[in-house]
């Protein structure tokens, strides 16, 4: 079935240092989202790309979305201990047998900052 | 204020006893989804809604019912709880499950315990 991989599934930097999380599809996503979870909160939407090749940024975040629509990672540059959480991406994919589409979230990636 | 409202928050119950978690949204969202969240193994969907009275498999759908009769309500119904179902549950719901995709938005979630 359709699965979506992330990598690493944990990672502690120092505070300042570079963060980078990928999500990898077996299939083709019609779009991408990603979404932050604090510490024994929810899932919160943090973006979404839709189109191949796209690239937006949130401050100090970095989002791509790959050119064959089947990957798609999450930069974060001079972490800070308020980054801390996990950080699902989500694929959107469409299911021709109904006609409708349903999202694979990845396994997250847990980000530790140490100050 | 928009909000996504599970309930109960936290439950701990006996094998085989049925149960109902209630998921209301008060932003006139035509998607809704239920996920689990378990170590290792990120959010998995369960079931999902396109809209009134129409619902559809998940990834993980077997030991689980759902509804759909109302547009703001979407139950999660576990007819004879097993301990495998023990996981934290989220509902999330959307504006729209078609054209280009929406943000979802999580409810607090409702962690289960089956003995």
């Known amino acids: 079935g359709q699965q979506v991989m992330q990598i690493p599934q944990y990672q502690h930097v120092q505070e300042g240092e570079d963060f980078t999380t990928y999500c990898n599809s077996s299939?083709?996503?019609?779009?991408i989202q990603w979404y932050k979870q604090r510490p024994g909160g929810h899932p919160v939407f943090l973006i979404q790309l839709v189109k191949s090749g796209e690239v937006k940024k949130q401050k100090r975040l970095t989002f791509q979305f790959g050119e064959a629509k089947k990957n798609s990672s999450l930069h974060i540059t001079a972490t800070q201990t308020t980054d801390v959480g996990t950080y699902f991406c989500a694929g959107r994919i469409y299911l021709t047998t109904s006609g409708t589409y349903k999202y694979i979230f990845g396994t997250g990636t847990r980000l530790k900052v140490l100050a | 204020e928009a909000q996504v409202t599970q309930n109960p928050r936290y439950l701990i119950t006996v094998t085989g006893k049925k149960l109902t978690v209630t998921c209301s949204q008060n932003m006139n969202h035509e998607y809704m989804s239920w996920y689990r969240q378990d170590p290792g193994l990120g959010l998995r969907q369960i079931y999902y809604?396109?809209?009134?009275?129409?619902?559809d498999k998940g990834d993980v759908p077997e030991g689980y019912k759902v509804s759909r009769k109302e547009k703001r309500n979407f139950p999660l119904i576990l007819e004879s709880p097993s301990p495998n179902q023990t996981s934290l549950y989220f509902c999330?719901?959307?504006?729209?499950?078609?054209?280009?995709?929406?943000?979802?938005?999580f409810g607090d979630g409702t962690r289960l315990s089956i003995l």
């Open positions: 999330a719901s959307s504006l729209s499950g078609t054209g280009g995709g929406q943000p979802q938005h």
């Open positions: 299939t083709t996503l019609s779009n």
């Open positions: 809604s396109m809209n009134v009275e129409v619902t």
